[in-house]
């Protein structure tokens, strides 16, 4: 398949640093060094629906098509309100879409599970559109009491659409499974009979341990599938990062032995927004004309699992 267009949606609420030092023990210097965020855009009284939704029509626009159009579509969120019906279906609704619609639940390298699913369902057999809609809250997740997490995250959505097309090169995914490093758990409703543990915990992250999982899945998958496609680093256009942490970022850029302008960021003034920060990266890069036919785009993902993607494909 290859992308027809891209969409994007951001809270209207700015938190900066200065803001998060009114009530927590961290002052801008203290965010930046360590994660390279100055600001990030947080729900307020938007809703994660209204955030898909509108990503998912402004990729539609920049595709050029109707939501008649759109033959499959997948959802990537880790958590909601609604337990019931899927966010995809909600969002499905809102703008019509009549067909078939799923969620997924890979956390930050959502965005590549989902090219993955649609692009193998294409080569199925399952002709047509697909529409992809990342949509995100992990400000929600976060005790903000907690600098060691509530200063990483910012939330959004960002949308794709797919058509017919060999512009999706190649995909690897990669899965080393460890609830203990990145995980939050929330209780279910109670029963007269359940005795197990039900108790509720914000996000926990072990930092360190996270950052290294990070940088050493996405070097190796990013220069493992280079080497499946027969390309080269020389080949790449531009390394579109997960925007976790500029550190994560940067150590990745030291590995690769690649230069700077190769690698886009918005995380300054976004923060790390899960599955939604490649897509989002993705439309801003698109919406200010980054990108020429041709283009050989390298994404790369990690997050919660702990699970780890790669993808190429051209502009």
């Not at 898909?52 to 579509?73: C, K, M, P, V, W």
């Given at each position: ?30 965010i ?20 898909g ?9 920049d ?22 019906p ?51 809250s ?133 923060g ?13 890069c ?30």
């Amino acid at each position: 398949m290859r992308i027809l267009g891209t969409g994007s949606f951001l809270p209207k609420k700015i938190v900066t640093n200065a803001m998060l030092s009114e009530f927590l023990d961290t002052s801008d210097e203290w965010i930046v060094t360590r994660t390279g965020i100055h600001s990030r855009h947080v729900i307020s009284d938007e809703s994660l629906e209204d955030m898909g939704t509108q990503a998912a029509l402004r990729a539609l626009q920049d595709a050029g098509l109707q939501a008649s159009d759109i033959d499959y579509f997948v959802c990537s969120n880790v958590v909601s309100n609604w337990v019931t019906p899927s966010m995809s279906c909600i969002i499905a609704g809102r703008i019509g879409l009549q067909c078939p619609c799923i969620d997924i639940n890979c956390a930050c390298p959502g965005f590549i599970f989902a090219l993955d699913i649609v692009e193998n369902r294409y080569k199925a057999g399952n002709r047509g559109k697909a529409l992809i809609v990342c949509v995100e809250s992990p400000t929600r997740m976060c005790d903000w009491t907690d600098r060691s997490t509530c200063v990483l995250f910012g939330d959004g959505a960002g949308a794709v659409v797919l058509g017919e097309g060999d512009n999706i090169l190649g995909v690897r995914l990669n899965s080393q499974p460890d609830p203990t490093k990145l995980w939050e758990r929330r209780p279910m409703e109670s029963t007269p009979y359940f005795t197990g543990d039900d108790s509720q915990k914000s996000l926990q992250m072990r930092g360190r341990e996270v950052f290294k999982f990070a940088v050493g899945a996405s070097t190796t998958e990013v220069e493992a599938l280079l080497s499946d496609l027969s390309l080269t680093k020389d080949d790449v256009s531009y390394y579109m990062i997960h925007q976790a942490n500029l550190r994560i970022i940067d150590a990745i850029k030291r590995f690769l032995g690649e230069d700077d302008s190769k690698f886009p960021t918005n995380i300054a003034d976004h923060g790390n927004s899960s599955s939604a920060s490649c897509p989002i990266l993705l439309d801003e890069c698109n919406k200010r004309g980054l990108f020429k036919e041709g283009d050989l785009l390298v994404f790369s993902a990690f997050g919660a699992g702990l699970l780890s993607g790669a993808a190429a494909l051209r502009w």
